[in-house]
């Protein structure tokens, strides 16, 4: 079986902010203001869903790591 390889982010926290601000932004415009067509935009779910991932894990590393 392979290893799970974890990768430790180390970010100063005016980088993580910074980074924090960029994904929030880009949530609140890709999810809130409506770009997402999910009838005509179906075969792209798996990279929203890769979207929601990335910004749930970030953001739950920055909870516990800067704020």
């Known amino acids: ?6 990768v430790k982010l180390e970010l100063t926290p005016t980088d993580a902010n910074a980074l924090m601000v960029m994904i929030e932004a880009d949530m609140e415009a ?4 409506g770009d997402i067509d999910p009838i005509n935009e179906w075969e792209h779910a798996d990279l929203y869903a890769y979207k929601l991932l990335a910004y749930q894990k ?8 800067v704020e």
Request: net charge neutral; proline share 0%; glycine share 0%.
């Open 1 to 6: 079986m392979s290893e799970d390889k974890t």
């Open 58 to 65: 970030f953001k739950t590393w920055y909870k516990e790591n």
């Open 30 to 33: 890709t999810f809130t203001f």
